[in-house]
């Protein structure tokens, strides 16, 4: 992961952070937010 894409994937996943009203992202969600982010791989549950 080079350093942009961990910058977009963190700053945007952790603007839901544990709480009051806290909703966690199903797997679906999560999938889609990775891939979003250009997460690719195995290792994200995602196509290479």
């Known amino acids: ?3 942009p894409t961990l910058w977009h994937f963190a700053g945007d996943w952790h603007t839901q952070t544990p709480g009051p009203g806290f909703v966690r992202r199903d797997p679906a969600a999560a999938a ?3 891939a979003g982010v ?3 791989g ?3 549950g995602l196509p290479d």
Request: charged share 15%.
């Open 1 to 3: 992961m080079d350093l």
């Open 32 to 34: 889609s937010y990775f």
């Open 38 to 40: 250009g997460l690719r």
């Open 42 to 44: 195995s290792f994200w």
